[in-house]
């Protein structure tokens, strides 16, 4: 059960900002108010290790999804902190709410997760490294945001088969639509009318009109310049 308090200041986050008027995005999922998460978006600690592994269970698939929605609130995260100087107003609007709702699922995950988390009881932040992308002008933001989003879509398309647990996998697919919804806005605004472009929609064979599906071992190597930590995803794989 989640407490009363907790909904509440979800609702009122949601409500101050949202989403859906700079995106045109339908209702945002229902599993972003199962958990409560502060104004602060400091990043998550980890583990004081140079490899990151993960069970062969749910708790294994749960933490990688945790791990990529911990890197994205940091991506917005640092966009938000310095704003490129040709963002505008409606961009910087966006992005708030980008990086709030990635704040959202992290800590929905984290509460999830509870003392399963990867992290938890550990207290040295996760320091990811950005220094890939260019973050000083819209055009480099964007590109940036794109990558990021069309990675954890294809992320969370791979996820879905390595879950047991149905409940979790309902979650999880809510996350995921909203995610996609991101990954569609940023695309659009990188590239106009490159939000369903085939580079992310097979064109053909049995998944023509779906979205493209990443392993845990193929995330791993498109996300490994932006983590301080090697990840381990043999166990995943097995799933």
């Known amino acids: 059960m989640i407490n009363s308090e907790a ?6 986050t949601l409500r101050r900002r949202s989403f859906l008027r700079v995106a045109g995005a339908t209702a945002a999922s229902s599993a972003l108010v199962l958990a409560g998460c502060g104004e602060d978006p400091a990043p998550a600690p980890t583990p004081d290790t140079t ?31 310095a704003f ?21 699922h992290r800590e929905f995950l984290k509460f999830a997760l509870s003392t399963n988390a990867y ?16 973050l000083t002008t819209r055009a480099g933001v964007y590109a940036a945001a794109r990558t990021l ?24 697919a809510k996350l995921a639509s909203v995610e996609a919804r991101h990954a569609a806005f940023v695309r659009d605004q990188a590239e106009p009318n490159s939000f369903a472009a085939s580079d992310v929609i097979a064109d053909s064979g049995s998944l023509a009109g779906l979205d493209t599906v990443k392993t845990p071992a193929e995330v791993a190597t498109l996300i490994a310049s932006l983590l301080p930590v090697v990840l381990i995803t043999d166990g995943l794989m097995l799933l």
């Open 7 to 12: 909904t509440s200041f979800l609702g009122r």
């Open 84 to 104: 490129p100087a040709d963002f505008t107003a409606a961009d910087k609007a966006a992005f708030l709410d980008l990086r709030d709702h990635e704040v959202i």
């Open 149 to 172: 989003e069309d990675v954890g879509v294809g992320a969370y398309n791979g996820l879905a088969r390595r879950i047991a647990n149905p409940q979790y996998l309902q979650l999880l």
């Open 119 to 134: 992290d938890a009881g550990l207290t040295t932040p996760l320091a990811f490294n950005f220094t890939a992308f260019t």
């Open 51 to 81: 490899t990151l592994g993960f069970k062969q269970d749910d708790t294994g698939v749960l933490n990688f999804a945790y791990l990529l929605e911990q890197l994205e609130a940091a991506f917005y995260q640092k966009v938000v902190e």
